[in-house]
């Protein structure tokens, strides 16, 4: 069965400060990987999503991820944050079938505190 | 763009009687939608598979009779939580998929807050 861990519970950053939020998965294929924002009141907002080539990913709003086989890892980074970017950061792994990508398979989420 | 909205944003009722909420593709058409369920601080658990014309899949463990999902139309998937207790109180989140060759994306709706008295 896939999972996914996101270690960080919470995380305070300083705005203007880089930003880096781990997230693991296991999965017995090659993953397809997503981190979605969620701000208090609104939906989840596809930050970016991996699903082959380049290892290094863009994503909106100056994110980007990484994926790392060896380490079964997609960790989100961001080289200054915002005050908007206090939001719960969600990294989920996808299971590709014949029809497209099946439902996802979450982590328990990070909260981003940013600090003045 | 990709716009998924829900119907309604937040509902509150009593025990016992039945909820539906609506979750609508605004600007694609979604062949599979998805239903999820996030507790307070915590993740989204995926609950069930809608495809459009088809049978529900659902998650080990979510019962089928108790939470009914219709996907009658591209664009539109339903979820009834019928006879709700205060323990199905939560926030349910749909997400439609938009096929873009294999690398499709799950575009996520707002949630809906229930709340069963």
């Known amino acids: 069965a896939q999972s996914v861990t996101q270690p960080d519970i919470h995380i305070t950053v300083s705005e203007g400060a880089s930003l880096e939020l781990r997230c693991n998965y296991s999965?017995?294929?090659?993953?397809?990987l997503f981190w979605y924002v969620q701000s208090p009141g609104q939906g989840l907002q596809l930050l970016l999503k991996?699903?082959?080539?380049?290892?290094l990913v863009q994503g909106i709003k100056g994110f980007e991820a990484e994926f790392k086989r060896s380490q079964s890892s997609f960790n989100l980074r961001k080289p200054s944050v915002h005050w908007s970017d206090a939001a719960e950061y969600f990294c989920?792994?996808?299971?590709?079938?014949?029809?497209?990508?099946?439902?996802?398979?979450f982590g328990k989420g990070t909260h981003l505190i940013i600090q003045p | 763009g990709a716009v998924v909205s829900q119907h309604p944003s937040w509902v509150i009722c009593k025990s016992g009687t039945s909820v539906k909420i609506e979750c609508r593709s605004l600007?694609?058409?979604?062949?599979?939608m998805f239903w999820y369920r996030q507790f307070p601080k915590q993740s989204l658990m995926l609950m069930a598979t809608?495809?459009?014309?088809?049978?529900?899949?659902?998650e080990q463990g979510v019962e089928k009779d108790k939470f009914l999902i219709n996907h009658a139309s591209l664009t539109l998937s339903t979820l009834t939580v019928t006879s709700a207790h205060p323990e199905d109180s939560s926030f349910y989140i749909c997400?439609?998929?938009?096929?873009?060759?294999?690398?499709?994306?799950?575009?996520f709706g707002p949630g809906t807050r229930l709340t069963v008295l």
């Open positions: 997400s439609a998929r938009k096929a873009s060759g294999r690398s499709d994306t799950q575009y």
């Open positions: 999965y017995g294929a090659t993953p397809y």
């Open positions: 991996y699903f082959s080539g380049d290892t």
């Open positions: 989920a792994v996808g299971h590709l079938s014949g029809g497209g990508a099946d439902g996802l398979t």
């Open positions: 600007d694609f058409q979604a062949t599979t």
């Open positions: 809608s495809n459009e014309g088809s049978k529900a899949t659902y």
